[in-house]
Nanobody
Framework: QVQLVESGGGLVQAGGSLKLSCAASGRTFYTMGWHRQAPGKEREFVAAILWSGGTTYYADSVKGRFTISRDNAKNTVYLQMNSLKPEDTAVYYC?????????????????WGQGTQVTVSS
């Protein structure tokens, strides 16, 4: 059974930091990504990483503030979020894709986690 389990969300003041984790089990994914969905808005891409090689991709809105990384031994992907802003408030979802894509930012993902809430207060 394939599972993606996120953790690490919470409430933080603007300017603060949080680190999200996503533990994958049941499959090894070619690409792992983080997406987010704010109330009343569509889900949007945040960051992605290729499991082999570690190439990373970021949305412009988080570039320079967020860092995606992975631990191959633990089959876990992380999202370190610094300099958080109120507009980063959303439910953050981990997603896994089984095949290569030229554009992880726009690709469809095969498996999704249940999401973890991140709230940034001003």
């Amino acid at each position: 059974q394939v599972q993606l389990v996120e953790s690490g969300g919470g409430l933080v003041q603007a300017g603060g930091s949080l680190k999200l984790s996503c533990a994958a089990s049941g499959r090894t994914f070619y690409t792992m990504g983080w997406h987010r969905q704010a109330p009343g808005k569509e889900r949007e891409f945040v960051a992605a990483i290729l499991w082999s090689g570690g190439t990373t991709y970021y949305a412009d809105s988080v570039k320079g503030r967020f860092t995606i990384s992975r631990d191959n031994a633990k089959n876990t992907v992380y999202l370190q979020m610094n300099s958080l802003k109120p507009e980063d408030t959303a439910v953050y979802y981990c997603a896994g894709r089984l095949t290569w894509t030229v554009a992880p930012q726009k690709a469809e993902y095969d498996y999704w986690g249940q999401g973890t809430q991140v709230t940034v207060s001003s």
